[in-house]
């Protein structure tokens, strides 16, 4: 078993340098958590290895109160995990397309060479997995009662539903009423073959299949002769539905043989009956007695229901009382018992397994596994800790393959944010290397390049927070507005908007969402520094209609607020001033972060007597709080004598 994990590279990584990067390739190595480590009580023995009776005790045990208690999680081996079941060799052709999908055209030989290895970082034929499962064959019309019935007795795992079909389980009811119906067949065995025979479409003697216009033929005659009036559906019967036949076609067209089937795009398991039909038919002549001998099989539209793990390896005897009760029952209506035991084999492939499963797998142990992350649009946004850094290249494939086709790209952050844009510094590190994206928030559309303009998801809230406070007869100013994520909904909302951002970039893409949402004709756009816009806003004939003003820029905004100070000296004190309201954002790390914050707003402002709401918005770092501060801006500010030289 331990040869079928995947790589725990921690001691086996070789890094090859091509020409102007370098690339970490990771071998594989059994997975460092061998069963031999594990507490005995969770090592289920094999059921065939054991008493029955005894057997059913222990795992009944194990269900109810008794729980193993178990010091790491990991360790617990109920349900569908890397570390159970077997790793087959299955042909690469059946494999999820996903795992290995090809870009369709690529720029640059470069890039080419780039994605090739990025393809090859992980081996999904490693995430394979084949669990031995029991199932009960049912009929079709019945198994949704059988489920509800045996609900506690069925897999309960995640995304496999217990409610299964294979190929060949639907049969036509005119069809499997004669085929069980005794009074008409039941004596004539040959009868019976050559039926199911033309069923399948073969003919008499020499077992060739029949075409499909021969073979509707020979039924129509078939079935003339014995009462065609009453054989309603025929039609339909002649011409095999849309979902058998895309059926039959994969069943054909797999390399697997008989019963297995080429997976399509987004499917991640596989389940096969496992044929043992003599065995089994020992098993319920155990179970129903003598009786049980000779009666013949039930035929008809069938499903799998797939039974919990714990009954994956037992015989009949071994099934709970619940299940032995309900075929004990079955047979005792009929000659032909519908409820019919069945092994078989469960295949999870690499689709299936959780990202946070996949990671553990191939990260060296005891690694923090990265789990959060941000999105914006369809690039996911690392903040990797620098022990994952040589498995950057890793985890960005597994990301980006657990999260297709939504998340195209994946990205890491490089430095902490340190120039006046705002912007991040960004490396691709896998899927397709176009950082401009479309963001949805608050119903609005924004198109950015996190190359070149700011833009932060996790705002949202604080944005909507902030709006809420807005009313339709509100002029707003945001000073830093970047792409326009509080100008544009604010726009919505409110008389008028202007909206201020010092990188160009910010400003094309402001302008361009506007137009995007159909707001343009509520947003005026300007291009320059801060405090200069604040001047030129204030000393222009729309200064009485502004009534709110948000700055937006928590390193330096509190800073800004020197450029109110004397903003109205040149307007006479006796002029009808509605003063703004100014939300101010900034950072702290102090003990008393409003206290702090509100102390750089005073010297900001040169004014004692001002009176702060402060607001804790989030916790940016550990001990560095985000704050957003609202104030009326004073009119001892507003008239005083400025101190700036514009
Ligand atoms: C933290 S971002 C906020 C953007 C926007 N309010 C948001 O929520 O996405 C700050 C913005 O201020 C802009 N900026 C930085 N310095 C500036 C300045 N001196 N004057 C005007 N804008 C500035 C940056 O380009 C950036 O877009």
Request: charged share 30%; net charge neutral; proline share 5%.
């Amino acid at each position: 078993m331990g040869s079928d994990f995947p790589a725990k590279p921690k001691s086996t990584i070789l890094v090859h340098s091509t020409s102007n990067m370098a690339v970490t390739k990771l071998f594989l190595r059994p997975h460092s958590l061998p069963l031999s480590t594990l507490p005995s009580i969770l090592l289920l023995p094999k059921i065939s290895s054991l008493p029955k009776k005894l057997t059913i005790l222990s795992l009944c045990n194990f269900t109810t109160t008794t729980q193993p208690q178990i010091s790491d999680p990991n360790l617990f081996l109920y349900g569908p995990s890397l570390h159970k079941g077997t790793n087959p060799t299955i042909p690469q052709s059946q494999l999820p397309i996903t795992a290995f999908t090809k870009p369709s055209h690529r720029l640059q030989l470069q890039e080419e060479n780039e994605e090739e290895e990025e393809d090859n970082l992980i081996n999904a034929k490693n995430f394979s997995r084949v669990f031995d499962i029991a199932a009960l064959r049912v009929p079709a019309k019945d198994c949704f009662a059988l489920e509800s019935r045996l609900r506690g007795h069925l897999l309960n795992w995640p995304r496999i539903h217990n409610i299964a079909r294979v190929a060949g389980d639907e049969v036509e009811e005119e069809l499997a009423e004669l085929l069980t119906n005794p009074s008409r067949e039941a004596d004539d065995e040959n009868a019976l073959v050559s039926l199911n025979r033309r069923m399948y479409g073969k003919s008499e003697g020499d077992g060739e299949c029949l075409s499909p216009v021969l073979y509707r033929e020979k039924l129509a005659k078939t079935f003339d002769s014995r009462g065609y009036v009453k054989f309603r559906n025929l039609a339909k019967m002649s011409r095999p539905n849309q979902r058998k036949k895309r059926r039959d076609e994969e069943d054909e067209g797999s390399e697997g043989g008989e019963g297995k089937k080429r997976l399509r795009k987004g499917e991640f398991s596989v389940l096969e009956v496992v044929d043992d039909e003599e065995e089994e038919g020992e098993d319920l002549k155990g179970l129903l007695g003598d009786e049980f001998e000779g009666r013949k099989k039930w035929r008809g539209s069938t499903r799998l229901l797939l039974l919990d793990e714990r009954c994956a390896n037992g015989s009949v005897e071994d099934l709970p009382e619940a299940i032995k009760v309900a075929m004990k029952e079955n047979t005792g209506k009929s000659m032909c018992p519908t409820l019919e035991l069945v092994r078989c084999k469960l295949t999870l492939f690499y689709d299936y397994w959780q990202m946070n499963e996949i990671l553990e797998a191939l990260l060296p142990e005891g690694m923090i596994i990265p789990s959060a992350f941000e999105t914006v649009g369809h690039i996911v946004h690392l903040n990797l800790r620098d022990e994952h850094l040589p498995y950057k290249k890793l985890i960005a494939k597994v990301v980006l393959d657990k999260h297709k086709p939504k998340i195209q790209t994946v990205v890491n952050k490089i430095d902490a944010i340190d120039n006046d844009y705002r912007t991040m510094q960004l490396e691709v590190l896998s899927g397709n290397h176009s950082l401009v994206t479309t963001v949805v928030e608050n119903g609005l559309r924004f198109q950015v390049d996190l190359a070149k303009v700011y833009w932060n998801s996790r705002l949202a809230t604080e944005r909507q927070r902030l709006l809420n406070s807005f009313t339709r007869s509100d002029v707003v100013c945001d000073v830093f507005s970047g792409v326009g994520p509080i100008a544009m909904s604010a726009a919505r909302i409110v008389k008028r908007v202007y909206a201020n951002d010092l990188n160009p970039h910010a400003i094309e893409y402001l302008e361009r969402n506007s137009v995007l949402n159909k707001l343009e004709r509520k947003i005026k756009v300007f291009n320059m520094d801060g405090r200069r816009f604040i001047n030129a806003m204030f000393a222009s004939d729309k200064a009485k209609s502004i009534t709110q003003v948000v700055m937006n820029l928590p390193n330096d905004a509190a800073e800004y607020l020197d450029a109110f100070r004397g903003i109205l000296v040149d307007r006479s004190m006796d002029e009808e001033f509605t003063l703004p309201k100014i939300h101010v954002y900034g950072f702290s790390k102090a003990q008393d972060p409003e206290f702090d914050f509100h102390q750089r707003i005073r010297i900001a402002l040169s004014e004692v007597a001002v009176d702060v709401e402060t607001r804790r918005v989030r916790l940016v770092a550990p001990g560095k709080w985000m704050l957003c501060a609202s104030f009326i801006l004073p009119k001892s500010v507003a008239f005083a004598k400025p101190t700036l030289n514009m």
